[in-house]
């Protein structure tokens, strides 16, 4: 009786110890496939000068869209902006998609001008109004809720000789169907198609800040105490 106990007890003991190792065991297969499926989403292989290249084997470009405030533009002005970059972009024989993405304003250069006439205000009233518009204005920045609209245009090939040359091509003449309306343009490069991936993909990104995507060797100096 004895000697049935103790087997019975030594293979409970055995199958608790395969159970969870090959419950382990799955977790990190889960936990892997999870990490893989991610890296392919984002799909991206190298960013160098104006391109990204993706695991796909296609390359692509940016061109940056200015906006301009239509507010003061006639009916008449409105629909001939409109017609005349119809009638432009119908003459691109190549794909490309438009991107609109949300950043924080940058209201830095606001708050240093408010910051320097304070300190050079002499009016105490002047002086607290100053003080209250720059309290109002740093909660705005820190709340993210004070957004603008970037727009971007899109355009992709195949990787092979010279596909650079031609997307740069293409990119300026967009640009300049843009330029004859009025609207300014500027393709992307390097750091700004990093901030542009950070800002797609990761919504709380501060797109102001340097990426720091230069690979560089930290040196420390010493500097003598006087």
Known sequence: MICVCALLGGGTLIFLKLSAKHKKSKNKDKEELAQITANEFVNVKDIRGNFLYTRDNLA????????????????????????????SLSSAQYPFQLLAVSRPVDISPLLSELSATLTSSSDVKQKELLKQEIVEMGAFALSGEVVERQFYIKIWDRVSDGVERDLLQKLKLLGGYFSDSGIQTEILEQQDIVRLCNLVNNPAYVHLEDSGINAAIPILESVGVA
């Open 60 to 87: 692509l470009a940016y061109l940056k869209i200015y906006p301009i405030s239509t507010e003061l533009f006639s009916k008449n002005e409105k629909r001939l902006i409109a017609k005349q970059l119809t009638v």
